[in-house]
């Protein structure tokens, strides 16, 4: 019995015997999207080869082989679409490939070996939640593994607080260092304060109004500023005023330069 409320759900050949007692004026149903197609088609399909993968048994050798016949009886199928499919057939080992280190890479000359260099203890695959809980890996921490064996990062934050970035400073210069390239997109409403003071100084009401945000969002955009010391702020009367920390924009922008330069 279908319960009232939104699907977004593939219709299979037991559903349209369902939804063939339900009146038209009750359903909606439309054709896919032709560009949504594969995407929707291909997760139906995975859903019902990962529940027919759980539903054998598992434990051995042998079980292990019996699930990767399926797997690649399925890929044979697709090759027939796409020839190049033949060569993605599981290999039967049943193995997955985890770190490739290069031949000249400075951690072997300590002995480390690509089985022994640390790894995130979330899947790199999938998206993880993390949400702080003792018995949770540290963000910081899987933050860290990802960036020792990376070749470029991209970063999107929001709001970049010191206490945080502390965390894995260390990890990010020595990323740089080994010529790794790290790029972070911010919110433009920080570039467009730092643009306005760059011009004169000023105070939170009056870039509020200059803006069209609220105190409150410019107050704290501006408490962060300070922390990374990209700002100074001063007292008269009874506004506090906010000035380009000039200098240390200046070692910024020519540490961007070296970097751009380099590429």
């Given amino acids: 019995m279908l319960k009232p409320g939104l699907y977004e759900q593939i219709i299979s050949q037991s559903l349209s015997r369902e939804l063939a007692s339900v009146s038209d004026a009750c359903k909606h149903v439309e054709k896919l999207d032709t560009a949504e197609a594969p995407q929707a ?132 210069q020595a990323f740089t260092a080994r010529g790794g390239l790290l790029r972070v997109i911010s919110d433009r409403s920080k570039f467009e304060l730092l643009r306005r003071i760059g011009d004169r100084s000023s105070y939170c009401q009056a870039l509020s109004r200059e803006m069209g945000l609220t105190t409150a969002t410019i107050s704290r955009h501006m408490a962060l500023l300070l922390d990374a010391g990209l700002v100074r702020a001063r007292r008269e009367d009874n506004r506090i005023y906010y000035d380009l920390e000039r200098e240390t924009l200046a070692e910024l922008f020519a540490t961007a330069q070296r970097i751009l330069l380099s590429e």
């Fill in 41 to 172: 088609l291909a997760g139906y399909v995975a859903e019902a080869v990962r529940a027919a993968l759980e539903a054998m048994p598992a434990g051995t050798e042998e079980q292990s082989v019996q699930r990767i016949a399926l797997v690649n009886k399925v890929l044979d199928v697709l090759s027939q679409q796409r020839e190049d499919l033949s060569e993605k057939s599981v290999d039967d080992r049943a193995e997955k490939l985890l770190q490739i280190l290069q031949e000249n890479d400075p951690s072997r000359i300590t002995g480390m070996t690509a089985a022994k260099m640390p790894r995130p203890e979330t899947p790199m695959a999938v998206s993880s939640l993390f949400t702080g809980a003792a018995h949770e890996p540290k963000m910081f921490t899987e933050l860290q593994k990802e960036i020792a064996s990376a070749d470029r990062i991209d970063m999107l934050v929001s709001f970049v607080k010191w206490s945080g970035l502390r965390l894995i400073i260390d990890a990010l």
